[in-house]
Structures are given as structure tokens and as C-alpha cells.
């Protein structure tokens, strides 16, 4: 049960599954790019005016920060502006980096007009840290976190998790890049820089006068048009050098497959949890909400002029156009050998979890206040998702890591991707994903629930309790 303390600080009423809403502000001051160039459209077929790409700036959060949410205006490109809601009047918000070994210290101030509470996706923290929704705070409320900064390189993020509401409140804008750094990374000499390049891809919709807006649909929210860092249709000007993408997956519902138009491989080093044991080549990766990938590509060797967009093979969408501008001669090395990581082994027991319908775990619907199960500190054990419908699921755990070991029906293999630490997991219809997890750094209360944000938001969550 949960203290009564903890209990009394639910004090703001649950809300119905809220349909969408618009909300205007001040403008966005810094960081947005103007200009537009027109392109060849995919396929040939016309043209489409593309944009630079905008990248949030980067803070050290070496010092204390304050992170606000707020009704904000950007700008999606070739000042297009739109109403959003926003982190410190940024979309995506602006890219926290921290090093393994450090602390954090960040005060979230709620100017929207909803409750709401900042969740840190990957990061490991202890419960009144991680965000849950116990801890939303109402408008004008301010809440402080103070947390160590224990794990490996990374790229992780932040988007809130108020009950009923996290949907939306994404949808709108608020997420934002956290970046964690260590010894190991750094030692490896891969892309820094101008070539280290953070990409935050989702879908959106817009209403009538070019307003974000929020459609909720059941089976999830899909939306219109495509925005990678904040801007619609955007191009990236890039030297004859090796590139590093950090990209995530912060959509509600849709799942991209990324490949490169002109045929090349990536290389994969890395996903949600940092560096792989080694790096593999691969020539097109799926990306569910909550996912991310370490990604190098290679544009050395190219004529100045060439173009290589980043598509989706899924929908069709051309993501992001690059632009070969510049001959450089830049040193740089694909790694093969990469991280070393200890294998998990040896269960002590196996839990089952049905995710079913849109709405449920195990049967049940999310209970803030209820808790379903409790795990022993430091024990490995496996957990078993499995669905008979409604996927796609990505499956994601508070308060530690995983491995992922088999999946079987469905697709009914693992992906490369899918190796090293994972936090989320893709789960498909008719689907059964083994993954082993050990909880060895916090005892307290955390979180396992399905990714797709409706889906989540409907009840297909639910409360568990390190021991």
C-alpha cells in the first residue's frame, strides 16, 4: 500500500480521456531557423519546400535548471508559426546533458492549463524522482527533483506522464532530448560536434489556421503531417564526414522505418539503453514510440551536391533531406567493438503480462492508487508480454533496463536493434516478448505500461513496487 502521506498528495480529480485542445502564448525567442529552398519531391512528382532543421540548444545541467510548460508559439518552418505547448518556450524543448557520475538538479514549473508532472524516459531514478503520476502537480504548482546521474552513455528524454492527459500533453509539444555521457563513449572518438546530430521525429496534426491539435482515436492518435525536431519538412546541410544521429521515436502511436534513399547502410552502435556490444550494419531499423537509435552514416566519398533523404518506409514519408554542401577531410573510424555488457541469466521466476485491448494489463485497468505486484531487489527475472490484439504495444519499463531475449509468433524473431539494454520494446499482434530485468539500483514504486500514449492514458498501465 502506498503511505498515507503519498496518498494525501492525490488531491486533484482524475480526468475523462480528454479530446484536443489549442493554446496560444509567447513567442518562440531563440532557435528557430528561417528560409526555405524547393527540393525534388519523392518519386519525382513535383516539388515540396523544405527548411532548415532545427536543433534546440543544449544545456549542461551542471548547475540547477528550471524546466517550464507553458502555451507557447513556434515556428515549423519558413515562419509558419504555430500555437504549441512547450518546455521553456522550445519544441522539442531544449536538449539536457548531463555525464555518468554527475547529479541533476531541476525545478518544473506548470504554467499550462492542466495538471501535469515531467517523466525522465531511460533515466534511473528513485520513484519520487522518476515522475509518476502520484506526483502531477496542478497549474501554477512547481515541483523539484534532485537525482544522481548512475549509468551509462545515452540518449534518453523527457515528456510528461500526468494520468488521463500525457497524450495531449505530448502531442502539443512538450518532450525534449537527455543526453548522458561517460568514459567509454568518449574513449571510442565517435562524431561530436556539428556531426553529432539529435533528431526527434513524430507525427502531428494541424487545424484550420495551422494550429497543432489533438485528435484522439482509440486504436491511438496518427497524425497528418511529419516533424523532425519541430520542423516540417526539413533539410540538413552536411560535410563529406562521418555523422552521428541520436534519434528518437516521440510519436503517440506511429512506428517509422527508417531507411536511406540512395541505398546506404547505417550503422547501428547504439539504442535505448546506449552502446551495443558491437556495431552492425543495417539497411533499414523500425522505430516505435519511446525507442531510440544511435545511428553513424556516412556521407564521405560523396559529390558535393548529392541529396540522401531519410525516409519512412512505412508511410512513405521523405523525413529529412540531406544535403551534401561542403568537402572536408575529417578523421574518423566506424568502431566495431564498442561496449561491454553483462548478460543477464539464470531467472528466479517468470511474471506473464497480458496487454489487452486498449486499456488493460492482466484484465485490469490502471489504478493510480493500486498496487498490482512486487519484485525483490536484485533478483533477475523474466517478464513475458504477450497480445492477442490491438498491438502494436511498445512496451515500456520504469526503474530499470532490460534485455530482450526471444519473441516468438508475429514477427517471430529479435532484431539488432532490440540487442544490448532496452526500456521499451515493440510488442505485435499475436506476439510473445521475453525480456530479462534485474532491479538493482532503487527500491520504490515504478511503472510498466504500453507506450502508445492512448493506449496508456485509457489504463494499459500499471503500479509495481521494488522490494
Same mark, same amino acid.
Given at each position: ?337 564498442? %561496449? +561491454? ?5 539464470? /531467472? !528466479?521466476?517468470?511474471?506473464?503480462? *497480458? #496487454?489487452?485491448?486498449? @486499456? ?25 508480454? %504477450? +497480445? ?5 504495444? /511498445? !512496451?515500456?519499463?520504469?526503474?530499470? *533496463? #532490460?534485455?530482450?531475449? @526471444? ?61
Amino acid at each position: 500500500m502506498r503511505p498515507a502521506e503519498e496518498l494525501e498528495t492525490v488531491i486533484i480529480s482524475r480526468r475523462v480521456f480528454l479530446a484536443g485542445a489549442t493554446a496560444s502564448g509567447m513567442l518562440l525567442a531563440a532557435g528557430t531557423m528561417a528560409g526555405s529552398t524547393r527540393a525534388v519531391a519523392a518519386g519525382g512528382a513535383g516539388t515540396v519546400t523544405r527548411y532548415p532543421l532545427y536543433f534546440p540548444p543544449t544545456v549542461d545541467l551542471a548547475s540547477p535548471y528550471v524546466l517550464t510548460a507553458k502555451p507557447g508559439t513556434v515556428d515549423l518552418g519558413g515562419g509558419k508559426l504555430s500555437t504549441a505547448w512547450v518546455y521553456n518556450g522550445l519544441m522539442p524543448g531544449p536538449s539536457l546533458r548531463a555525464s555518468n557520475g554527475g547529479s541533476a538538479q531541476i525545478t518544473l514549473v506548470n504554467q499550462l492549463s492542466q495538471e501535469t508532472i515531467t517523466h525522465w524516459h531511460g533515466m534511473v531514478v528513485d520513484h519520487p524522482n522518476d515522475g509518476h503520476p502520484v506526483y502531477a502537480i496542478p497549474p501554477g504548482g512547481r515541483y523539484s527533483y534532485s537525482f544522481p546521474i548512475r549509468q551509462r552513455a545515452a540518449m534518453n528524454w523527457y515528456h510528461p506522464h500526468p494520468h488521463m492527459m500525457t497524450g495531449q500533453q505530448v502531442a502539443m509539444g512538450l518532450a525534449g532530448a537527455f543526453i548522458v555521457n561517460d568514459a567509454e563513449e568518449s574513449a571510442l572518438g565517435l562524431p561530436g560536434g556539428a556531426y553529432e546530430v539529435p533528431l526527434v521525429i513524430r507525427d502531428a496534426s494541424l487545424d484550420s489556421t495551422g494550429n497543432l491539435q489533438y485528435k484522439p482515436r482509440s486504436g491511438g492518435f496518427l497524425g497528418d503531417i511529419l516533424l523532425v525536431n519541430g520542423t516540417r519538412d526539413p533539410y540538413l546541410n552536411v560535410d563529406t564526414a562521418l555523422y552521428r544521429l541520436r534519434v528518437l521515436g516521440g510519436a503517440n502511436a506511429r512506428i517509422f522505418g527508417l531507411t536511406l534513399t540512395n541505398g546506404a547502410a547505417f550503422t547501428l552502435i547504439g539504442n535505448d539503453g546506449g552502446l551495443l556490444r558491437s556495431a552492425v550494419q543495417v539497411s533499414r531499423v523500425d522505430l516505435a514510440p519511446g525507442e531510440r537509435l544511435d545511428l553513424l552514416v556516412d556521407f564521405r566519398g560523396l559529390p558535393v551536391g548529392t541529396r540522401v533523404v531519410l525516409r519512412d518506409a512505412r508511410a512513405g514519408w521523405d523525413l529529412l533531406e540531406f544535403r551534401v554542401a561542403r568537402q572536408v577531410s575529417v578523421s574518423a573510424t566506424v568502431p566495431t567493438a564498442l %561496449s +561491454t555488457i553483462t548478460t543477464l541469466s539464470n /531467472p !528466479v521466476l517468470t511474471r506473464t503480462f *497480458s #496487454f489487452d485491448g486498449m @486499456s488493460k494489463i492482466n484484465g485490469h485497468e490502471y489504478d493510480v492508487n493500486r498496487v498490482d505486484f512486487q519484485v525483490p531487489f536484485g533478483q533477475v527475472e523474466r517478464w513475458r508480454f %504477450s +497480445t492477442s490484439g490491438n498491438a502494436p504495444h /511498445p !512496451v515500456h519499463v520504469h526503474g530499470a *533496463s #532490460f534485455q530482450v531475449v @526471444s519473441r516468438t509468433g508475429g514477427r517471430g524473431q529479435l532484431y539488432p536493434w532490440e540487442a544490448g539494454w532496452k526500456d521499451t520494446v515493440l510488442l505485435e499482434d499475436r506476439e510473445t516478448v521475453d525480456v530479462l530485468i534485474r532491479f538493482d539500483s532503487y527500491r520504490g514504486e515504478y511503472l510498466l505500461h504500453c507506450h502508445k500514449l492512448e493506449h496508456e492514458d485509457m489504463g494499459m498501465m500499471s503500479n509495481f513496487v521494488v522490494v
